[in-house]
């Protein structure tokens, strides 16, 4: 099971926050470091304000070396599909082919209402979500000297050059994730490299993966082909004393988090880990809300990740 870092910068991150943590990842060898995409924090003020996910991930891209980078997820809501392309693909240039784009269709409206981003109704948010999967993935795998159309009914391209080409071909891994029951399956087969489930239980988990499996075989694609994963908030320590200490610095309480979360001793959480592998998760997505804690990374690695 590969272990990667996830982070909240709306939460309360500057850009230099967000690589000191990346930096250590890459040196301890987690297998990514990824970002949200949100742009106001929830449940606190989030000084001293919100980063931009693709302008940060852009710098991360020629700051670091070898890790891989991503979103979890970029809000559909935030671009248009034709300029989400065009950043991402110019990242993973920058990047020398690291990165990862998750897409999802936007669920936060106090961040809409805050920047002045439209908020349609859910329905108008996946037929938006669900073209934007079509056009991004297309513009990436149009072949060079050829254009790219797209008539929809949200979005119309003409004659697009579908241009400039990822370096990772035909386009970097698509991630979709969510609980939903029929459209997410449904988009997770026909577009996404990876499907994430975040903050669930090993009974949803189970559950989820099954419909994206059926999904798959219904347009007979092999669900072999796809990766699975999961997104957990973390909190490991030593002993109770540093568990409680780590649970305190992000507001919550031990106790919850082990029910939630992959919390508590390395070795209660290599035991849950493993649970989550069995129910077929390949990946683990570690939520780090601390960023200042570079130990709560460092522990991980050396007493987690061996056993994995």
């Known amino acids: 099971m590969e272990l990667r870092i996830f982070t909240e910068p709306q939460q309360g991150a500057t850009y230099d926050d967000l690589l000191a943590v990346a930096l250590e990842a890459e040196k301890l060898g987690f297998g990514a470091f990824f970002r949200s995409d949100h742009y106001v924090g929830m449940g606190t003020e989030g000084l001293p304000g919100p980063t ?9 891209a020629r ?3 070898t890790i891989r980078l991503g979103t979890l997820m970029t809000s559909a809501t935030f671009r248009h599909p034709g300029v989400l392309a065009i950043q991402v693909a110019g990242v993973d240039q920058m990047s020398g082919g690291r990165i990862e784009l998750g897409l999802g269709a936007g669920w936060f409206e106090a961040e809409h209402t805050a920047y002045g981003i439209p908020f349609p109704d859910t329905r108008e948010r996946f037929d938006r979500y669900e073209e ?8 990436w795998r149009t072949p060079l000297g050829e254009t790219f159309t797209h008539q929809g009914a949200h979005y119309t391209l003409t004659d697009s050059p579908a241009l400039p080409k990822p ?3 035909p386009g970097p891994p698509v ?3 969510g609980r ?7 988009l997770a087969a026909r577009y996404a490299d990876e499907f994430n489930l975040p903050f669930v239980d090993l009974t949803e988990t189970r ?5 994206v499996r059926q999904a798959c075989e219904a347009i007979e694609r092999d669900p072999a082909t796809m990766t699975w994963s999961n997104a957990l908030v973390l909190c490991v320590g030593e002993d109770e004393a540093e568990i409680s200490r780590r649970a305190a610095a992000i507001g919550r309480e031990p106790a919850e988090l082990r029910e939630n979360g992959l919390a508590g001793t390395p070795e209660e959480v290599v035991e849950k880990a493993l649970a989550f592998a069995e129910a077929g998760a390949q990946r683990l997505y570690l939520q780090v809300l601390d960023l200042s804690d570079l130990d709560h990374l460092r522990l991980v690695a050396e007493r987690v990740a061996p056993a994995l």
């Open 180 to 186: 939903g029951k029929k459209r997410t399956p449904a």
């Open 207 to 211: 559950e989820q993966f099954g419909r």
């Open 167 to 169: 370096v990772q071909q």
């Open 132 to 139: 934007q999967l079509a056009i991004v993935t297309g513009l």
């Open 63 to 65: 700051d670091t070396s």
């Open 52 to 60: 931009d996910a693709w302008t940060t991930l852009a710098g991360l």
């Open 175 to 177: 991630l979709i994730g």
